[in-house]
T-cell receptor, first 114, second 115 residues
Framework: DVKVTQSSRYLVKRTGEKVFLECVQDMDHENMFWYRQDPGLGLRLIYFSYDVKMKEKGDIPEGYSVSREKKERFSLILESASTNQTSMYLC?????????????FGEGSWLTVV | AQTVTQSQPEMSVQEAETVTLSCTYDTSESDYYLFWYKQPPSRQMILVIRQEAYKQQNATENRFSVNFQKAAKSFSLKISDSQLGDAAMYFCAYRSVQGAQKLVFGQGTRLTINP
């Protein structure tokens, strides 16, 4: 089974802290994604990466950055956390093929910024 | 840019009955994929069903089927013989064939199953 693992399920951070959310996949997928989920807004794409050291902005990149130093790991970084970044964060991965291959999701990380 | 709209924030259905969740989308592309994902309380997103836009035949997976109307840009999900385990958030999603292959999601519909 494909496994996408988000190391932290629940985090509470203070305003202004630097926050790292880690994601690891075990299926040698080229694509990795970070989404943010908020009630009534669905999932919105923050950043994605289609190769090591490659990254592309999604729809809501402001206040976030990412790092992909190894193929299996994709980190989301909040340089200075703010209360409006309190949310559920979902990591996902998929193969880079042109067919409608499945995107696999992690279990999510609940981040509360106080 | 593509957009996906789910106009029903919440739906409920009696156990063993049939329910249809609505989804519309906007795109200028002719080839793409559409998905329905289920998110139970555990928060793990699960792929329910997938539809290729170039296929006229509606996809089915056991009790789950879609009504894909390409001209109307509509992609509804029908759940037959609803079960308590079907209770979840359901998300409709769009994916381009080319480019970044990212999923564009709708707002979600919370489905409640009444015993």
């Amino acid at each position: 089974d494909v496994k996408v693992t988000q190391s932290s399920r629940y985090l509470v951070k203070r305003t202004g802290e630097k926050v790292f959310l880690e994601c690891v996949q075990d299926m040698d997928h080229e694509n990795m994604f970070w989404y943010r989920q908020d009630p009534g807004l669905g999932l919105r794409l923050i950043y994605f990466s289609y190769d090591v050291k490659m990254k592309e902005k999604g729809d809501i990149p402001e206040g976030y950055s990412v790092s992909r130093e190894k193929k299996e790991r994709f980190s989301l970084i909040l340089e200075s956390a703010s209360t409006n970044q309190t949310s559920m964060y979902l990591c996902a991965s998929s193969l880079w093929v042109t067919s409608g291959n499945t995107i696999y999701f992690g279990e999510g990380s609940w981040l509360t910024v106080v | 840019a593509q957009t996906v709209t789910q106009s029903q924030p919440e739906m409920s259905v009696q156990e063993a009955e049939t329910v249809t969740l609505s989804c519309t989308y906007d795109t200028s592309e002719s080839d793409y994929y559409l998905f329905w994902y289920k998110q139970p309380p555990s928060r793990q997103m699960i792929l329910v069903i997938r539809q290729e836009a170039y296929k006229q035949q509606n996809a089915t997976e056991n009790r789950f089927s879609v009504n894909f109307q390409k001209a109307a840009k509509s992609f509804s999900l029908k759940i037959s013989d609803s079960q308590l385990g079907d209770a979840a958030m359901y998300f409709c999603a769009y994916r381009s064939v080319q480019g970044a292959q990212k999923l564009v999601f709708g707002q979600g519909t919370r489905l409640t199953i009444n015993p």
